[in-house]
């Protein structure tokens, strides 16, 4: 990627360090580093200074981090990670006891304790620094999660073939994980395949339920591509639906298109849940306990939370999924889930080419 995506991202960033007195953040969120210096391997933090930004990683990624991280510092670790900050953080003439040094919330207890150890000045937490500013998204981010999105519906389609009675959860999942593979991307998370009253459960654990002749099929999966997720849910039947399954399923589309019809930028995000919630509660069909969507881009779940409690407004650039359900135990679970660009006017569906049922022509 082009360095000055970075160097735009880094003046984001420190103008937020600036306006809490800090003169360098830890980075030890996966997703920040990438969003960061834009490497892509694992367990490696960034250190970002006024100046300067560091990627701290080890010998396995040495030729890669030269490669992706053109703008940054690398440092080649040989002990534990905490020790590596440390000891950078004591060579810098501009990180001192008195001058703020602050780490991600997200890290775990036992680097920030060996962090402390090491490291005689007070450090603070902060939490979201980063998450804020990635919540809006670039454009090129925004044409990797519509190809995202584009290869998902792709690859749905592609897996109709295998829709057939006796084929299990397990095993249809890995047919669509293949066609994902086929199209040169991976899965952004595991994919959920739920057949019959298993999709009660919104996060049903894929098994080897063996798919009836007269059944039901919930579909949960996500696309990554060049680091960015895209995440679709489909329901659809194989062999005749009842006329309660119809009905259910009409009032969950009918209450995710009224939560879409409210996306926009301005807009309060608890009036987006609570246009989908509305719907369902006026059917007098059972709430869903989850939020109505998330963020989505490098992490498939991010900011912004799209839920009752939150106190935000939507923002042009977000990404969002929007998707209501409606969960009965031992008998239906359906949920419906798109993903959405937020614009200044109104939204664009990203997954508009999503079939809603892979077996129809
Ligand atoms: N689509 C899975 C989830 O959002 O948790
Ligand atoms: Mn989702």
Redesign the pocket.
């Known amino acids: 990627m082009r360095t000055a995506i970075y160097k735009n991202r880094l003046k984001l960033i420190r103008r937020q360090l600036s306006k809490n007195k800090l003169s360098c953040l830890i980075v030890t969120k996966s997703a920040n580093v990438t969003y960061t210096t834009g490497f892509t391997g694992d367990d490696s933090w960034a250190v970002i200074t006024h100046r300067n930004i560091y990627l701290l990683t080890d010998s396995r990624y040495t030729e890669q981090a030269e490669r992706q991280c053109l703008h940054c510092r690398i440092i080649i670790r040989t002990g534990p990670m905490a020790e590596a900050a440390a000891g950078l953080l004591k060579k810098l003439k501009s990180v001192s006891v008195y001058s703020g040094v602050a780490i991600e919330k997200c890290t775990s207890l036992a680097a920030f304790e060996l962090l402390k150890k090491k490291l005689k000045f007070r450090i603070r937490t902060v939490a979201n620094v980063i998450e804020e500013i990635r919540s809006i998204k670039e454009q090129s981010e925004i044409a990797a999660i519509r190809t995202a999105a584009r290869i998902a519906a792709q690859a749905l389609k592609q897996t109709a073939q295998y829709i057939k009675p006796g084929v299990t959860e397990n095993e249809l999942a890995g047919m669509l994980d293949f066609q994902i593979r086929k199209l040169a991307a991976t899965n952004s998370?595991d994919t959920?395949v739920a057949f019959g009253p298993n999709a009660s459960q919104p996060?049903h654990r894929t098994g080897t339920r063996k798919l009836k002749k007269d059944d039901t099929v919930l579909v949960?999966f996500?696309v990554k591509y060049k680091n960015y997720c895209c995440?679709l849910?489909r329901c659809f039947t194989v062999g005749r639906p009842t006329h309660f399954y119809k009905k259910v399923y009409d009032v969950v589309r009918e209450a995710q298109a009224a939560a879409i019809k409210t996306v926009r930028a301005g807009a309060e995000i608890r009036e987006v849940d609570s246009a989908a919630r509305d719907v369902i509660k006026k059917h007098n069909l059972p709430v869903y306990g989850?939020g109505t969507g998330?963020g989505l881009g490098l992490e498939?779940?991010e900011l912004p939370v799209v839920s009752a409690g939150s106190k935000d407004r939507l923002k042009a650039g977000q990404i969002i999924?929007i998707?209501p359900g409606v969960y009965i135990p031992g008998r239906v679970g359906i949920r419906i889930?798109d993903d959405i660009l937020v614009t200044k006017t109104g939204r664009k569906l990203l997954s508009r080419n999503c079939p809603h049922s892979p077996l129809s022509p």
Request: aromatic share 8%; hydrophobic share 20%.
């Open positions: 998370f959920i996060h949960d996500g995440d849910t989850h998330h498939v779940h999924t998707e889930e």
